[in-house]
């Protein structure tokens, strides 16, 4: 990670560090279902459903799907913060392939 990139890390590691992440398509938060996107926690990227022009389709997610993570922040930080990537549960639609 070079100094330019610093701008993206703003205390995450409270809440990220050593998280347990799953690789998926994006999809709405089910105990919100008003809430219809979100955005990376690093660089601010956003997860729309649908296609969407500059809109994120694929990305990493905390096992709650509460906080979402591009794959560019994903590669420049899973060091750092020490994730851990897990396989979707049998009941989940599944992490893409």
């Given amino acids: 990670m070079t100094d330019e990139n610093v701008w993206r890390l703003q205390g995450q590691e409270r809440y990220l560090h050593g998280?347990?992440?799953?690789?998926r398509a994006y999809r709405q938060y089910e105990k919100n279902l008003d809430w219809d996107h979100d955005h990376c926690q690093f660089c601010g990227a956003k997860f729309v459903l649908g296609s969407h022009e500059e809109a994120l389709q694929v990305g990493y997610a905390t096992?709650?799907?509460y906080h979402w993570i591009c794959e560019s922040c994903f590669r420049d930080f899973h060091e750092r913060?020490?994730?851990t990537v897990v396989e979707a549960s049998e009941?989940?639609?599944g992490?893409?392939?």
Wanted: aromatic share 12%; net charge negative; charged share 35%.
């Fill in 19 to 23: 998280a347990r992440l799953v690789h």
């Fill in 63 to 65: 096992l709650d799907e």
């Fill in 81 to 83: 913060f020490e994730w």
């Fill in 91 to 93: 009941n989940d639609a």
């Fill in 95 to 97: 992490p893409l392939r």
